[in-house]
């Protein structure tokens, strides 16, 4: 399926923003069996709505597809579930949530965040669409509803008694295809005063840093604060502060409110965000025409060292099967002639196969076992994390290495 028109205000879309080719799902792990069948693939492009600013992929398979069993757990990776406890504990206290209020996460995933809520006895619901993801929530104790979410959802959520003093969508705002039924959700189910919380990804970042390898078919946006707020204003919403985040190679927090709320202070974030994206050309078409060109000496750069790794005879491993590494392999069309393996320690994702390229997946030992030369992470934006968790690798002699913004290898 195509969209021809911004699916949020339905103007037509004209302007490229970046094209990637046609690549298989980035979270679509093959089995063995697998390995020998036609591989799906789909057109990885983006554009932009001139008239909102929405930057949003073209071509996409249903949710359904991609997210009701699903292999991402948060809890895998350790910054990440710290940044949710650090939020749990700004909330309460800004906010202040007790054991008379109700917290709902959107996209809750195996209760990374909201069972640190439980632990401080605020009563919480998760909506998690993937089943399989649910289960691992239940087990330690979050309660986890397995459905979409949308204004449906959150009106049955309502009729239930289950209005939100606080409703939270961590990195699910660019994941909906319908993104007025899902922020019209996030209106309806809060209580007049309540608040949303949602963190995303800045394009200002992935424009800055060249984050290409962040675009996938599972991200049907990505986020402006100018294309945000146009968005919220339209289901009743307006943003009262945000918050710069160093996660997923930069991201916002943005707070907000019903329009008709007094409750919250705007922050001062809020104008200066303004400012760096009005600065940055945001309201201009030709701003984001001008991303492709940035993208192709990230592939020659990726090439080339691999290829001269492989001319020295040296031996070359990748770190994290995480979807931006598929978008970057697939996009410079490295397969197991260039890359022996990955690792990831998540083991939902070891003894399968990255989509397309085709690396074998296995746990971090594996490394120590084959001691390669150099190491490529390909979730970059935990690079420090990785390192400092397998400092083992210089032992041997071994380096890692990124290729985004541009081919580095560290240390």
């Not at 917290?103 to 809520?117: C, M, P, R, T, W």
């Not at 990804?201 to 840093?209: A, K, S, V």
Request: one cysteine or more.
């Amino acid at each position: 399926m195509t969209a021809h028109n911004c699916r949020f205000c339905d103007a037509p879309l004209k302007h490229r923003f970046v094209d990637l080719g046609s690549t298989p799902l980035a979270n679509a792990y093959l089995t063995e069996e697998q390995l020998e069948q036609p591989e799906p693939s789909y057109p990885l492009r983006a554009f932009v709505c001139s008239e909102c600013w929405l930057v949003q992929a073209d071509a996409f398979v249903p949710p359904e597809d991609i997210f009701s069993h699903y292999a991402y757990f948060s809890s895998y990776s350790d910054g990440w579930v710290e940044h949710a406890r650090q939020f749990t504990i700004m909330a309460r206290q800004r906010f202040g949530l007790d054991a008379t209020s109700q917290v709902i996460e959107v996209a809750s995933n195996d209760g990374y965040l909201l069972k640190h809520f439980v632990e401080a006895g605020v009563p919480v619901l998760g909506i998690e669409p993937a089943e399989n993801v649910a289960d691992v929530a239940r087990a330690i104790g979050v309660p986890t509803e397995a459905r979409f979410f949308g204004t449906a959802t959150a009106q049955d959520l309502v009729s239930r008694g289950h209005a939100a003093d606080i409703v939270i969508g961590n990195n699910v705002l660019a994941h909906v295809p319908d993104i007025n039924d899902f922020v019209g959700g996030l209106s309806a189910v809060l209580k007049p005063d309540g608040v949303v919380s949602v963190e995303f990804p800045h394009l200002l970042r992935l424009m800055e840093n060249i984050q290409f390898d962040t675009v996938y078919h599972e991200h049907f946006y990505y986020l402006s604060l100018l294309a945000v707020e146009k968005v919220f204003a339209a289901h009743g919403l307006k943003v009262f502060d945000v918050e710069e985040l160093p996660t997923h190679g930069g991201s916002l927090r943005v707070l907000a409110s019903r329009a008709t709320s007094t409750a919250h202070a705007t922050g001062h974030g809020l104008a200066k965000v303004h400012a760096d994206e009005m600065a940055a050309g945001f309201d201009k078409v030709e701003t984001y025409e001008a991303f492709q060109s940035r993208v192709a000496p990230i592939k020659d750069g990726l090439l080339a060292f691999l290829e001269q790794a492989k001319r020295n005879g040296k031996k070359v491993a990748a770190y994290g099967a995480a979807a931006k590494g598929n978008t970057l392999l697939n996009f410079c069309g490295v397969s197991t002639d260039l890359i022996e393996y990955v690792v990831d320690r998540n083991p939902h994702k070891q003894g399968h196969f990255l989509p397309g390229s085709k690396l074998p997946i296995y746990a971090p030992e594996k490394m120590d076992e084959t001691q390669p030369d150099y190491i490529l992470i390909l979730p970059w934006n935990i690079k420090n994390e990785v390192v400092a968790a397998n400092s083992r690798v210089g032992a041997w002699g071994g380096r890692f290495a990124v290729a985004v913004p541009e081919l580095t290898v560290l240390g």
